[in-house]
């Protein structure tokens, strides 16, 4: 299903960020946004997944159908790595977690408390976890951050399959994953200040 966002304005701390935002995210496609810090992309990422309301605008084709990555790993540290997997894995209603410990090298590492691994190896598990969720639109903030350059093409050959396999994904990242997907700069996006509506005559 084709993930559509359409005259989206959303906001952080109350204040629009990014407004009149519209984008298809078609099945076998990745959209990479681009911008500069603070821009928004979060926000947005965080919106599009249903996590926070938009100001303005729909998101359709996104129900129970996305699984997001955000920043923060979200990980379990007294969980082990296998565990961690299957807690995920349940969530989703779904079982096996062999390709998602194969695919991110977490072989070695299955059996060891989540909380004992290193920045990168966190971020691998953090990854992992959109395998085992089965949903077809992958949501990812940033997911590189850590990541050493061969698993960094080791992730980006994984998006490759899931979109060869039919899924989507759309993944705020600042650099190039090799990905054959299109890009986006939500700079021209940024929201204009805010009217203000409290005007003090005692200043004139
Ligand atoms: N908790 C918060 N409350 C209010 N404003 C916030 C909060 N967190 C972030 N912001 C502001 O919201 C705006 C959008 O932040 P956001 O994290 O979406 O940007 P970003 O494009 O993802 O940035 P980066 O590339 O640095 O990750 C920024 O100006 C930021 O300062």
Redesign the pocket.
């Known amino acids: 299903m084709t993930l559509s966002i359409t005259d989206l304005t ?1 906001a ?4 629009p ?2 407004e009149g935002v519209s984008f298809d995210v078609p099945p076998g496609v990745a959209l990479i946004l681009r ?12 919106t599009v997944a249903g996590l926070q309301p938009p100001m303005k605008g729909h998101v359709t084709g996104g129900e129970d159908q996305i699984a997001y990555a955000a ?1 923060a790993d979200g990980i379990k540290p007294t969980l082990t790595v296998a565990e961690n997997l299957r807690f995920w894995a349940s969530v989703f209603g779904q079982d096996g977690i062999e390709r998602a410990i194969d695919g991110f090298n977490l072989g070695a590492l299955r059996d060891r408390p989540a909380g004992a691994l290193s920045a990168g190896q966190k971020r691998r598990l953090g990854l992992a976890r959109m395998l085992v969720t089965g949903r077809p639109i992958w949501i990812m ?2 997911p590189t951050v850590s990541l050493d350059t061969d698993h960094v093409r080791q992730f980006a050959q994984i998006v490759q399959d899931h979109l060869d396999q039919g899924g989507s994904a759309l993944i ?1 990242t ?1 650099i190039d994953l090799g990905l054959e997907g299109k890009v986006l700069n ?1 700079g021209p996006f940024k929201a204009a200040p805010p009217p203000i509506d409290d005007f003090d005559g005692g200043f004139l």
Not at 12 to 15: A, N, P, S, V, W
Not at 35 to 46: E, Y
């Open positions: 959303v952080r701390g109350g204040l960020v990014l911008g500069p810090n603070g821009i928004g992309k979060t926000t947005l990422l965080r920043h903030d940033e705020a600042h939500v």
